[in-house]
């Protein structure tokens, strides 16, 4: 009999020692690191920690970062919701390999993201000598950091829209099509409210991938201070510059991004859990 109870004293301890270890362990890796950042970031007080924000170049490394985000993120939006759509609603041929062009840039390294772009539009590229003569500048250009940063986050919408989109079905759609619909009516009044929480949460982890893309963009912008400099970016070369502090808060900025994009996440799952009672008795 006692060695029942000590059977059941361990099962139960067995979790409780598991989620220590997990919460020690992402708290050595995640947490540390992220709490020495904004203790970096404030070293030296929080007058140095805002004068960080108010120079020439890491106001333009925010704007342009802002910028790439708000071009990169509806396109893949766009692009999410018809492949999810594409896939989840038609049999076709060549839907298989479809799925594997969008999970493609999951596997590939930024970096190389970025040289394909190159091979493509660079000098020595297919289209490139065209471009040059037509005074067209994608490389080391905005047109290129938005193409390399459309590439590396293209998968994170459809990746979130596809499984849930193929769990519901096409009945929904099927009966309003039979009560008289049209196609953009019963996407916009079936389809749309359906699978808006996650098309919310795959545009959200789009838009944090996109401000924080560091290899693509590393490869495609040049660098150029002021021009072509992400936020990432900047952060990079103020640390090579010594200037701990200036690197630090803009990272801590990057960081706030990342806490932000969690809490919205949560919330996000709370509210599509809130509309759908039957998940949440599964």
Known sequence: MSGVVASRSAFRLGPAIAIALALGWLGLIIGLPLALVFVEALSKGAEAFLAAFSEPDALSAIRLTLLVAAIAVPINAGFGLAAAWAIAK???????????????????????????????FGARGWFGPVLDIAGIKIIFALPGIILGTVLVTAPLVARELIPLMAAQGQDEELAAITL?????????????????????????????????????????????????????????????????????????????????????????????RGENPRKNKA
């Not at 290899?215 to 900047?234: D, F, M, N, Q, Y």
């Not at 809490?263 to 509210?271: D, F, G, Q, S, Y």
């Open 90 to 120: 038609f049999d076709f041929r060549g839907k298989g390999l479809l799925l594997t062009l969008i999970d493609l840039p999951l596997s590939l390294s930024p970096v190389v993201a970025g040289l394909v772009w190159v091979l493509v």
């Open 180 to 272: 008289g619909a049209g196609g953009w009516t019963t996407f916009f009044r079936v389809t749309l409210p359906n699978i808006r929480w996650a098309l919310l949460h795959g545009v959200l982890l789009c838009n944090a991938r996109a401000m924080g893309e560091f290899g693509a963009v590393s490869v495609l912008s040049g660098k150029i201070r002021g021009l072509t400099e992400t936020l990432p970016l900047h952060v990079e070369a103020l640390y090579n510059d010594y200037d701990f502090v200036g690197a630090f808060a803009a990272a801590s900025l990057l960081a706030g991004l990342a806490m932000v994009t969690l809490l919205l996440k949560t919330l996000l799952e709370r509210a599509g």
